[in-house]
C-alpha cells in the first residue's frame, strides 16, 4: 500500500526557515512527478510546488524565490525548502505523488509562521 508521511512542520518566526520531508512507502518514486500543496483555515487547498520525474520543477509566484522543492529517490523521498517565511504562509502543508491519473497524499503537516 503506498503511504505518504510528511514531517517538519513547526512554528517558526516571519523571516524564519523550515524544511518538510515527505517519505514515500510502498512505491518507488523514481518514475513519477510530485507536488506540494497547502490549505490555510478557510481556504482552499493551493498548489505550491511541483517537480517531475526528471527533476523539473515549477512554483506558485507567492512562493518563487523562497521556496525549493527537490527530490532524492535513492531514499524515496521529496523536500520542500522553505525560506523568507510570511505569516500568509502559514497552512497545513500536504505533498503528492502522481501515479499516473491517480493522485496519492499525505496527512498533512503544520506550518504556523508567527512572532
Known amino acids: 500500500q503506498v503511504q505518504l508521511v510528511e514531517s517538519g512542520g513547526d512554528l517558526v518566526q516571519p523571516g524564519g526557515s523550515l524544511t518538510l520531508s515527505c517519505v514515500c512507502s510502498?512505491?518507488?518514486?523514481?518514475?513519477?512527478?510530485a507536488g506540494w500543496y497547502r490549505q490555510a483555515p478557510g481556504k482552499e487547498r493551493e498548489f505550491v510546488a511541483s517537480?517531475?520525474?526528471?527533476?523539473?520543477?515549477d512554483y506558485a509566484d507567492s512562493v518563487k524565490g523562497r521556496f525549493t522543492t527537490s527530490r532524492d529517490n535513492t531514499m524515496n523521498t521529496v523536500s520542500l525548502q522553505m525560506n523568507k517565511l510570511k505569516p500568509e504562509d502559514t497552512a497545513v502543508y500536504y505533498c503528492?505523488?502522481?501515479?499516473?491519473?491517480?493522485?496519492?497524499w499525505g496527512q498533512g503537516t503544520q506550518v504556523t509562521v508567527s512572532s
Open positions: 503528492k505523488i502522481q501515479i499516473g491519473t491517480l493522485a496519492r
Open positions: 510502498g512505491l518507488p518514486i523514481t518514475p513519477y512527478a
Open positions: 517537480i517531475s520525474s526528471t527533476g523539473a520543477t
